[in-house]
């Protein structure tokens, strides 16, 4: 599937385009995306940075979220 992120897609789970950190693109428009990350649990994480604003709700599990130096603790429903 090609992503074309000037017209709104939105696709199935089961026929989703994966991107290369493993995330199912599941609803694309032209500001704005959905995707799918399913992570196992670890004490191993890496840092990123993003040039544009994201937003996430955790399905299931504990997860520690720092942002500008500032550390929250998110559970399922956050």
């Known amino acids: 599937m090609q992503l074309n992120m000037n017209n709104l897609q939105v696709v199935r789970d ?3 385009t994966v991107g290369e950190m493993g995330q199912a693109y599941l609803a694309m428009g032209k500001n704005v995306a ?3 990350w399913e992570e196992t649990a670890s004490t191993n994480s890496h840092l990123s940075t993003r040039s544009y604003e994201t937003v996430g709700y955790l399905i299931e599990g504990v997860m520690e979220l720092d942002v500008d130096g500032k550390t929250a603790k998110l559970r399922a429903g956050d």
């Open 34 to 36: 959905l995707r799918r």
């Open 14 to 16: 089961s026929d989703a």
